[in-house]
């Protein structure tokens, strides 16, 4: 659009000269193929917003990214969403379990009253109003248009108050030196980090790991998907079943959403 | 009205030099200690990802309250106008930019990234407290400086009374700010709570005017200064209110929560079954802090005043261990009562949901957070020598005077 409107301001322009404007229309004829997969992505993402953006794009609010995880279907025993995340983000512990970094936990619960029992996995919940963004002194825990939750780690100083107010126990201060890391998935040591959503993969059009791995081997408990697209799976089902949040009374209004809690 | 007289102290003595070098030693080992948990990472420490803030915090975090704290002495010669805390004053605001530096140097050796000091001088986020936080200390202390020159320059001493206004509020909106730090976590049930402000303000009346009375009796005694049994009891008395107001506010705290059937299981932990942080609230915060200083400066000893002023002293060490234990409560005992993330169900994972977190401070904590505390010394200790901090005399004739010309005002 705006190559159009430059190609008109030449034509009005005295001393006109028709080669410079034939140049100009190939040039702009060519920027417009070389731009095409970008036009033709945003394009896509606009019409059915579970696709992923151009990587030339901000991420944008039409979008919100979410999982519906459906504990009827995760079994106790099951920690194949774990294992994917730990493969995935390169995330290796110690043998030291209380400062090995978690992004994902199996969570097992039992009510006293009944002797019910569920599992579930827990993770950044990637909140609307995340208390961890809040409190950030540099603004290194920010969230993404999309309404994923992350830290940038070049200005996180490692103040550990975002693990102080996040209401999920999600983020993990790194404790020791970081070896073998992922290039998707910078980390360092006197950081604050967690769950990502995977998001080099979702802006690659992909699952999260934990996802992928759960309905390929797992119970195909977790679906992912756009919240804001009412054409979505996930927002089809989070329209039919009853849902829930942890902690709704916190009014966070969490991206992770369980059914059958 | 007689003129105090202020002077450096002489600072040549075996003493002085000793002391001077017993405190860099203990400098020196927090800077050891902050590159050894620098560079190994603070797996070395006691801390883990559960309790995050350890040690080093709870150090930091008493420092910077009784900073604010300290500055009072100089507030109730200058704001509320009492005579005979004029001749504190200049001492008052020298320990409250110590006693605030110390806290921040000890807080910001702490971070998992200390080199990215001018990330967070560069980069604010303006909803957060720490943020806010960062303007209140260091405008404290850019204020503390200006009051104390206006203190200090006879010509200015007409603006001493706004300068000290100004501080005054400040110094309130200051300790508002670190009580908030917790107040405003809706995460932690030991913390979510608006009194935490209030309480860490009278937390701050109360563990600054301890120090400060220490401080200034051996500043004193140390250089050959007399002191006067009158000046040591009414700042005694002084600390005896304060650490009423402590008492109450804490009653306060745990009363409202312990009706509210939701927090029963926080309250039950601090109060009853929560081990260490049990017997710190009790023996510590409550008994050794609060009614042990209470005793010792209410009493009625109809014995010599020497008596008297040992029990003043006596009562100022309790209220800062006493005062130690409160603040390692409420930090560490708010985080090691596990979040409660699924009301009325039990919980366990590998992340240990559920479970009360374990917390025991590591030698190179202990030595981080003491040498925040020998930092604030070294700065009183070379500010005494080169400026004039301290009355030459505080006598009970040197204050006396003052306060029958009040009397006889009034």
């Known amino acids: 659009m705006s190559l159009k409107i430059k190609s008109m301001d030449v034509a009005e322009t005295p001393g006109f000269d028709p080669q410079r404007r034939s140049f ?13 997969p970008g036009v033709m992505l945003y394009a896509i993402t606009k019409s059915s917003p579970t696709k992923a953006r151009a990587l030339d794009a901000a991420a944008s609010s039409d979008v919100r990214w979410g999982m519906l995880i459906d504990l009827g279907r ?98 993990s201060f790194v404790h020791e030196l970081v070896e ?12 604050v980090e967690g769950c990502t959503m995977c998001v080099h993969r979702i802006d690659a059009d992909r699952q999260p790991a934990c996802v992928e791995a759960c309905s390929d081997t797992g119970g195909g408990a977790m679906l992912f998907g756009n919240l804001n697209d009412p054409d979505s799976e996930i927002s089809k089902r989070v329209a039919r079943y009853a849902s829930q949040q942890i902690r709704a009374d916190l009014g966070l209004n969490t991206a992770v959403r369980y059914q059958n809690l | ?56 915090h709870v150090f ?72 806010w936080n960062i303007f209140l200390y260091v405008g404290f202390i850019g204020i503390v400086v200006v009051y104390l020159w206006l203190q200090m ?12 206004l100004v501080a005054f509020v400040w110094r309130l909106i200051l300790t508002t700010g670190t009580g908030s730090i917790f107040g405003f976590i809706v995460a932690r049930e030991a913390w979510d709570s608006a009194i935490m402000a209030p309480l860490f303000i009278a937390m701050s009346f109360s563990f600054g005017l301890a120090a400060y009375i220490l401080v200034l009796l051996a500043a004193c005694r140390g250089s050959g ?45 601090i109060l009853f079954n929560g081990g260490i942080y049990t017997f710190l609230f009790w023996a510590g915060q409550v008994v050794v802090g609060g009614i042990l200083p209470l005793i010792l400066v209410f009493r009625r000893d109809r014995s010599e005043s020497g008596n008297l002023n040992r029990g003043v002293i006596l009562a100022s060490v309790l209220v800062i261990l006493g005062g130690f234990a409160q603040v390692y409560v409420i930090v560490i005992g708010g985080q090691a009562y596990p979040l409660n993330m699924f009301p009325g169900m039990e919980v366990s994972s590998s992340f240990f949901d559920g479970s009360v977190a374990g917390y025991t401070p590591s030698l190179p904590e202990i030595a981080l957070g003491l040498g925040g505390v020998a930092l604030a010394g070294l700065i009183v200790l070379f500010g005494i020598k080169v400026l004039r901090f301290l009355p030459t005399s505080l006598s009970n004739m040197a204050i006396e005077p003052h306060h029958e010309v009040t009397v006889n005002k009034a």
């Open chain 1, 24 to 36: 100009l229309g190939a040039a702009a004829a060519a920027a417009g193929v070389a731009l095409a």
């Open chain 1, 74 to 171: 995760c079994d106790s025993g099951c920690d194949d969403c774990v294992t994917a995340c730990a493969t995935e983000n390169g995330i290796g512990g110690h043998g030291r379990p209380e400062t090995d970094p978690q992004w994902i936990r199996k969570i097992e619960l039992t009510d006293p009253q009944t002797g019910n029992s569920k599992s579930l996995p827990m993770m950044c919940l990637h909140c609307e109003d995340p208390p961890c963004v809040d409190v950030c002194p540099t603004g290194a825990s920010f969230k993404r248009a999309d309404g994923i939750v992350l830290v940038d780690k070049h200005t996180c100083i490692g103040c550990r108050y975002c693990i102080i107010a996040c209401p999920y126990k999600a983020r």
């Open chain 1, 180 to 191: 073998d890391q992922k290039t998707h998935a910078p980390r360092g040591k006197g950081t």
């Open chain 2, 1 to 56: 009205m007689k003129r105090i007289i202020y002077s450096e102290i002489d600072g040549n003595s075996r003493e002085f030099y000793a002391l001077a070098a017993l405190l860099g030693v203990f400098v020196l080992s927090a800077l050891g200690a902050a590159y050894y948990m620098e560079h190994y990472g603070h797996y070395v420490t006691g801390m883990n990802n559960q309790i995050v803030w350890g040690m080093p």
């Open chain 2, 60 to 131: 930091a975090i008493f420092l910077i309250i009784a900073a604010s704290g300290a500055l009072n002495v100089a507030s109730i010669g200058t704001v509320f106008g009492k005579p005979a805390y004029k001749p504190l004053g200049r001492l008052s605001g020298l320990l409250a930019i110590a006693l605030l530096m110390g806290g921040l140097v000890v807080l910001v050796l702490d971070l998992g990234r200390p080199d990215r000091l001018i990330v967070a001088m560069t980069n604010y986020n303006f909803k957060s407290i720490f943020a």
């Open chain 2, 153 to 164: 320059e006879r010509r200015l001493n007409h603006f001493v009374e706004a300068a000290g």
């Open chain 2, 225 to 269: 200064r007399e002191i006067g049994d009158v000046i040591i009891q009414r700042l005694g008395r002084l600390l005896g209110v304060f650490v009423a107001a402590v008492l109450y506010f804490t009653a306060v705290q745990h009363l409202a929560n312990l009706y509210a059937a939701e927090h029963t299981g926080v309250e039950l932990f």
